[in-house]
């Protein structure tokens, strides 16, 4: 009878492997390599003083690569001498790419007060901090990211995080997809409330003020919305967190009722929400060495209990808790860009609303789906097939998160 049992389950997983193989090798191909690098990030800051603007170009060190090679030892990191070697090229990259306007013309640099590779923690950024001539009153100045253009892949998932001081002002956008360009017109009123300093450097080819705004109670406006540029951030961020797709879709796969997936989908929305904006407001702070992979253990225990627990009743509870994790890890792009107290209320709900128009959407199109295949005679397999696929590729990112 043992043997009996034994060889009808043998026979199952035989029948299963086919399909689970060909989910694994599909799935692993992209999932796998993209995980490294789904979302690559800088960070600029534009400083307007009466005397000069200077800008703080940040970029992590495998966007750099990249762009410029370099890693000689194949490694997948810049050792010194390496990144002495490649400085002129990464110099001209960042000059050739990252362009600031006033008036109209570009503008050169004329200091480089900082051209260096930051390592702290479990991270490595290229830092270049420049200045350029100064702004006038009434003057536009508009700053334009061409980085990746002509990488078809990369340019969808790149984004240039924006941060623009002026006297007590500020303005944040995030850049991104094709419209990375961010420009506004500086008032009178405005310029008066820049930092005073010495030695003002003009701007190169000053020309006359082309702007409807040239009176003195004329106001600054920035040309691009942020809270439209967050938005869309938040709906890239979740598009390109393949990790945040392979959880939700663990979650939904088991075979649920339609109260249990709306319990299920409130508690993630609901808690992710809640860690989101509570570190991006500094309340709390993990650090993502242990968030990270704490989100990659996350798909492996509910790809197991899929497999191996056929009550779920109460499956709301632990989304709930590792709801909380994830909204940590969405939150590591704000975080890194110092949010500015006017608009962060703003960008904030942005973000997040960016996130639960795309995971709704991915709901109401799975939904359907999940339907029609659970009242099939594969359910069975396609559930443990997909859950087995979502277990061990879960183990190949905590194993590289826990590593690296």
């Not at 000069?52 to 490694?75: I, Q, W, Y």
């Not at 200091?111 to 200045?131: M, S």
């Not at 001081?165 to 303005?171: A, C, F, L, V």
Request: net charge neutral.
């Amino acid at each position: 009878m043992k043997n009996s049992i034994f060889f009808l389950k043998t026979n199952k997983l035989r029948r299963s492997f086919p399909l689970f193989l060909c989910i694994l090798i599909f799935f692993s191909t992209s999932f796998v390599t993209v995980e490294a690098h789904s979302l690559s990030a800088s960070y600029t800051t534009l400083n307007l003083l009466k005397s000069k603007t200077t800008m703080n170009f940040a970029l992590d060190e495998v966007s750099v690569m990249e762009l410029t090679g370099g890693d000689v030892n194949k490694n997948g990191m810049l050792d010194q001498n390496e990144f002495e070697a490649i400085k002129k090229k990464i110099e001209s990259t960042i000059q050739n790419n990252i362009t600031l306007k006033i008036n109209g013309e570009k503008q050169n640099w004329t200091k480089i007060n900082k051209l260096e590779l930051n390592r702290k923690g479990d991270a490595t950024q290229l830092i270049v901090n420049v200045d350029y001539p100064a702004i006038q009153p009434s003057q536009s100045i508009m700053l334009s990211d061409s980085l990746y253009k002509d990488d078809s892949n990369t340019s969808t998932t790149y984004v240039d995080l924006l941060k623009v001081n002026y006297g007590k002002e500020s303005s944040t956008a995030a850049l991104s997809d094709e419209g990375r360009v961010w420009s506004m017109i500086l008032s009178d009123s405005a310029y008066e409330g820049l930092s005073n300093d010495t030695n003002t450097i003009q701007p190169t080819k000053q020309q006359p003020v082309i702007t409807k705004q040239s009176n003195s109670d004329s106001t600054t406006s920035p040309s691009s919305k942020g809270w439209i540029t967050f938005l869309k951030l938040g709906m890239n961020h979740i598009l390109t967190g393949y990790d945040h797709l392979l959880f939700l879709l663990s979650l939904l796969i088991a075979r649920q009722s339609f109260k249990q997936f709306a319990k299920v989908i409130t508690a993630f929305t609901v808690a992710h929400s809640l860690t989101l904006t509570l570190t991006v407001l500094g309340i709390i702070s993990i650090p993502s060495y242990i968030v990270e992979p704490a989100i990659a253990l996350s798909i492996c225990y509910v790809a197991i209990e899929n497999i191996f627990r056929k009550n779920i009743n109460h499956r709301w509870v632990l989304t709930f808790i590792f709801g909380l994790i994830h909204g940590m890890g969405f939150a590591d792009l704000l975080t890194a860009m110092h949010l500015s107290k006017s608009e962060l209320a703003a960008d904030l709900v942005s973000f997040n609303l960016g996130i639960e128009v795309i995971q709704l959407s991915i709901v109401l199109l799975l939904l359907p789906l999940l339907t029609q295949l659970h009242r099939s005679k594969y359910s069975g397999k396609a559930i443990i097939s997909t859950s087995g696929f979502a277990f061990i590729l879960g183990g190949i990112w905590l194993f590289e998160r826990i590593i690296s």
